[in-house]
């Protein structure tokens, strides 16, 4: 099978993850009616702020799958012209309510806002995406705290198709707050999943190939549409594809298609990290509301 526009065959094993997330979504399910049975029910808060129709729609995405996990997702929409005490007053709000267990604020808010100080206001337990400083410090400490999404949905399916990490050199191009840097503390934690030789390069590193074509597992990190080909790839070797952009509703990943020619096994371009990612965030909603009997 050809994944490529090119007339060459595609070599590559695929690493969809789409299995992977109905899994941990399956595990989910199957905590959360044990909590609702237990008479709790968890809930995941989101909060939207402007009329942005991409955001809309992944809030409509994520409420679903809430629904069907058996979570309640209370909402708040907050126009466009809302100003920074107007995010921080619903943040303050979900705070205090025993009720809600993790909260989302949908990703990216009008520019006039400043995302990162409003993170900061949330309770950092309340954090289903794992970005809070907090959290982050936790993850650099090897402390329990909700993890960063991708970068744990990443970890999840390089077990979940038997690719062997530990001891294996990983390279990680790209690095960003919300996947290269905390990827790299991940996967060098001490886990039979992990316990990688970790090495974060960039675009800002002249001659970063010679990197990229030495590692066992390549990760792809750097919103740089095409940006790793094929002559980039050690033969064999494992290619993630976790950058992306976006071009209107097209989306345009880091890791060229032809990659498949030379890689021994690559995520998809489409249905690979990012239904992982979605999974995961569920998954950290389950364990704040675990946390509050004392589960978690």
Known sequence: MSVSASPTTATA??????PVAEKILTEVADQ???????????????????DDDASAGYI?????????LGFASPHVHLPASASQRDLHRVLEDFNADAGVHGVLVQHPIPGHLDYDRALQVLDP???????HPVNMGRLALGLPG????????????????GVPVSGREVVILGRGATLGRPLAMLLAQKRPTANAAVTVVHTGVADWPRYTRRAEILVAAAGVPGIVRPEHVRPGAVVVGGGVRYEGRRLLPDVDE????????????????????????????LRAAQRTVGQG
């Open 60 to 68: 409509r995405i994520k409420q679903r799958q809430a629904a069907e």
């Open 258 to 285: 032809s990659c498949a020619e030379v890689a021994g096994a690559i995520t998809p371009r489409v249905g690979g990290v990012g239904p992982t990612t979605v999974a995961m965030l569920f998954r950290n909603a």
């Open 32 to 50: 959360v009616a044990a909590l609702r049975a237990a008479g709790v029910t968890p809930a995941l808060a989101t909060v939207l702020v402007g």
């Open 146 to 161: 909700p993890l960063p999404c991708t970068p744990a949905g990443i970890e999840a399916l390089l077990a979940y198709h």
């Open 13 to 18: 094993r695929l690493l969809p993850g789409r």
């Open 125 to 131: 337990d309340s954090d289903v995406d794992g970005m």
